[in-house]
């Protein structure tokens, strides 16, 4: 991969320099969702597809982006006197909105740079591309420059460009779950301290598999902020009868006592998801650490019933293909994964008869809707690192 990235790196800017090979992965939320930004946690894994960025500095302060994704393109220029958002730069947006967000906080490079993208994670398939592409600039950046940055400051400096120069308001889990990334382990993260923990996942004869709705989804139009806004308008509510700072400091059991506060309905009921997931996913990383993958998968069932009827970010296509999983005996447990209305689902399958399970799950999903799924069986990879032989 490595020599080939660079002789592509070669053919596209027309150099013989010897570039350097950052790889940054997608990644996968195994439960936990929609608690981040109510303060709760989180409990994703990075995956071993990602973007891979081969680049090296220029003389001059010009910028050059290349992506063999978005080949129809070509390269995109700027400076780094132009760092501005550019509707006309498309993709390239996202590592110079990084870039950005470097010099916002002080740490400004003085020499531009080539650079060439490749990225093999399915797009719209909600697993993050974004976030991944943000931290694979992000670590390039960091070491052209030898700014030496820790790890988290860099999770949140990449979630800042999101927000504040792409304008999507997310949380931090992406960020964190791709720069944070362990082979083999996900991450428990409380998203309001950012204490976090490793831990193995150990399936013996069970695979975790994404199934993709190919319905694609937009963060920015979708209702994410919306769900957003009616959190903040319980809490408001339960703030004037409890004193928390996040929905995720109750628990299930002290929401029921206070619900009552909430005037809205529908409000209700997304605090009510958040703070039950939130108990979900501290219960789910203890079954994990316990063996217990039949206890995790019901979890896993439950998150989904949950983001379905209460915080409503399911939709037609992610319904369909849970509930097909559900149907097979071999599947311990469905949920979709992500922000919703649209993207993967997140499936924990025994091996055992496993492409008879994929292809009725996918039989029933193409009945329902018309559509047809994809599979992938996650290998759980490392956070965004630099690559060298490979
Ligand atoms: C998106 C956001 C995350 C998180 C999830 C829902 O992936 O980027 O911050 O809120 O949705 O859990």
Redesign the pocket.
Known sequence: MLKKLEAAFQDVFQTEQQPRTFLSPGRV?LIG?????NGGY?FPCALSVGTYITLVPREDRQIRFYSDNFSELGILETTLDQLEYNKKHDWANYPKGVIYMFREQGHEGEKGFDAYFHGNIPNGA?L?SSASLELAMAIAWDALNGFGMDRVPMVQLCQKAENEYIGVN?????QFAIGMGKQDHAILLDCDSLEYSYAPVKLDGVKLVLANTNKRRG?ADSK?NERRSECEAALKDLQKVVSIENLCELTSEQFKEHQQAISDQTAKRRAKHAIDENERTIRAHQKLEDGDVVAFGELMNASHRSLRDDYEVTGEELDALVEAAWQEETVLGARMT??GFGGCTVNLIKEEGLDEALTRIAATYKKRTGIDTEFYVVDIGEGTREITNQ
């Open positions: 939320n969702e929609h608690t981040d930004y989180v909600g993050s997310c949380g931090i889990m992406d963060l994410y992500g922000a």
